[in-house]
């Protein structure tokens, strides 16, 4: 099992540009969640995915949207990159019920710079 | 929602002594804490996680304590090795309205000297 898997692994932007960032998981889990991570800020939620076909906002959603393709993928896209958007962006999914399956495992992130 | 609060922000270390984090949560319904470890360029893992109705959980040389009255849990390393180097992060679940939800420290930078 590869796990979680996202692409590109790096980008570098110009202002204004689009791009679709990947993510796919070969555990047939239900949810999946985009973060992004800044220095000293954590990890904040994008958007997630309780399951196919939905999809809701989390902390930061401005200026991104998702889509959930089918149950492995679920990409984001940056309509129109600005600078404050660079940032390191991981993918996460989860197995479903909760409680008993809260674990969220993550991929290895997307390095995205915007100039 | 849930507020997660994490300290220090960085922490230095001798090879062999212990390290501790410490995690404070706002929400009394939050019942999962996981801990993460990133490692320079890689995304986070899963090292250790405890529940709510559970005090302590210990894997080899990590533990995890959790204080539900005082809504605080902390990570304790021991002997510590160089390897342990990495940034951790703490977290809470989400309930109710936001369960499937995790909550995130800002995380603790933790660096072992030789």
């Known amino acids: 099992n590869a796990g979680v898997t996202q692409t590109p692994k790096f980008q570098v932007l110009k202002t204004g540009q689009s791009m679709t960032l990947q993510c796919a998981q070969d555990?047939?889990?239900?949810?999946m969640y985009w973060y992004r991570q800044d220095p000293g800020m954590g990890l904040r939620l994008i958007y997630y995915s309780a399951s196919e076909g939905t999809t809701d906002k989390g902390e930061v959603p401005n200026g991104y949207n998702v889509s959930r393709l089918n149950k492995r993928e679920f990409s984001l896209r940056l309509e129109s990159a600005a600078p404050s958007q660079t940032s390191v962006y991981f993918c996460a999914s989860r197995s479903d019920p909760p409680p008993s399956t809260d674990t969220q495992y993550f991929g290895p992130g997307t390095r995205l710079t915007v100039l | 929602g849930e507020n997660v609060e994490q300290h220090p922000s960085t922490l230095s270390v001798q090879e062999g002594d212990s390290a501790v984090i410490k995690c404070t949560y706002s929400d009394s319904a939050s019942n999962y804490f996981p801990w993460y470890k990133q490692e320079l360029g890689k995304g986070p893992q899963l090292i250790i996680d405890?529940?709510?109705?559970?005090g302590e959980k210990k894997d080899q040389r990590i533990a995890v304590t959790l204080n539900k009255t005082a809504k605080h849990f902390s990570l304790h390393i021991t002997e510590t090795q160089p390897e342990d180097s990495a940034v951790y992060f703490c977290a809470a679940s989400g309930r109710g309205s936001t369960l499937g939800r995790l909550y995130f420290g800002r995380g603790t930078q933790l660096t072992v000297w030789p």
């Open positions: 555990m047939n889990h239900n949810s």
């Open positions: 405890i529940r709510s109705n559970v």
